[in-house]
């Protein structure tokens, strides 16, 4: 059964060449540990938590990308990624937030709500555009199925 991670970004998909080729370089690297990443870009913080409720609704983990959110290694990130993938029955969707960020409610989730809120994960204390940290996430998936089959890549 293939695994399935699906990026759901608010934003517009860039327009710098260099960035969607290595994207695409990453998923096609991919395809041979059967995971599959797709994204798919909402317009707003409405369209992306829409997509997260129909996301939970089928049971798949999320998990958001915040700068405040818990650094990790390579090696912890892949098991996480694992771990994620199984709690989720081999789906797992990542958010990343637009210009202003994650949308409040996935930060600071009311206490009322019914579901435990996401976990937050950082890739770096800096800065990125949310098009180059889509970028950073899919190279670090790569890496973690390698990590995870023992080959030279990670060194």
Known sequence: MAMKV?????????????????VQMYESRLKPSNVEVET??????P?????????SQKNHKIVCLDPNGRSTS????CDNLYN??????SRLSFVIGGAEGLPPELKYPNSSTAQASPPLL?????????QFARLLLIEQIYRAT???????YHK
């Not at 699906?6 to 290595?22: D, Y």
């Not at 798919?40 to 913080?45: E, I, M, Q």
């Not at 994620?84 to 029955?89: C, F, K, R, S, T």
């Open 6 to 22: 699906n990026i759901r970004i608010v934003g517009r998909k860039s327009s710098e060449p260099w960035l969607e080729e290595g």
């Open 40 to 45: 798919t870009w909402h317009k707003d913080n």
């Open 47 to 55: 369209a992306l938590m829409k997509g997260i409720e129909q996301d």
């Open 74 to 77: 390579s090696e912890i990130f």
């Open 84 to 89: 994620w993938l199984e709690e989720g029955g």
């Open 122 to 130: 950082s890739l770096s204390a800096l800065t990125f555009t949310h």
């Open 146 to 152: 390698e990590i995870r089959k023992g080959s030279g």
